[in-house]
């Protein structure tokens, strides 16, 4: 009895909970069956032996089944989906900007943008938000699996849950930015006024600079390739874009300023104007914001690399063999040129 007790306390505890309850779980089943079973069997011993043999048989068919015939691995399932959902987040962080900048390109647009359309492209980054549970129980089953395909002993799943972590604390950021997008419909209405115009190109290389450090990251977990230059080169292009943008919004008092005298004439209009800045303003901060935690998903991405042990990308591999065959060259090409030398030399000397 206190066994049974003990089993069903332990589940309160977060570390079993996480990692045993199912077995904890077949044990108490077990315990009570041939504990109340010993009232009305004799052969209690035989009824327990029975019982075990039951459970192996039925664990050796599992894993069979699962091994052999239909191999089903979590840690495979949720290499998938932390590849998928930096996709869609890439996806989202583009689609949100391009939304904005395209509802208001004129009066056709605005009208257009009063019913804001939803794609899946859009709605990609709730995918990321709501796969905390599939996450954590794929990293708990992942933990009992044999090594199979690249997925050694040992591999890191635990990393596997810090990067998607990291991607819900980006894609909380990409929520706020849709959410200002949508309540822009009606304030698209306005005049496109300059600061609009003056932030549009700015806006929209940070997006597609931070959806190509998205891609470029889940390429290499895809690949199980270590991160290459091409990553590193595209978070310096994405934070030279970014400081771009910052230099355009400290210009974007004077266009409030131009703006405003343009449209004094309408008393509606200032005021329209100065709530579009201010959506604007707003979306040029969240950008900038997901563009700082895009980095911490980089570096989530560089520590699974590190502790998985990616193999280095094959094109920066090819690249850094390539380059000391260069001197090679150049040292083949002064002896040829030396050997000639040396040969009009001698037939002048003969002459």
Known sequence: MNAAAAATFSRFIPTVK???????????????LVAVSGYRVDELAALAQQRVSTIAIGIFLCLSVSVLICPVWAGQELHRATVRNMDRLADAVEACVDDYFAAGAGAAGAEASSKPKTTKADEGYKCVLNSKASEDAQANLARWEPAHGRFAFRHPYDQYRSVGAAMRHCAYCVEALRGCVRSSAAAVAAPCHASRRHLAGACTRVAGQCAAVLRAASTSVNTMAAPSRGLDLAVLEMNAAVEELQADLRTLPSSLLLAAEATAEEPAAPTMVMVGAAQLFTIASLLVEVSVRIEGVVDAVDTLA??????LDLESAGDENEKPAEPAKNVTEQSEGNSNNESTTMKMLAA
């Open 306 to 311: 590190n502790l998985a042990g990616f193999d």
């Open 18 to 32: 996480a990692r045993f309850d199912y077995g904890v779980t077949i044990f108490i089943l077990t315990y009570s």
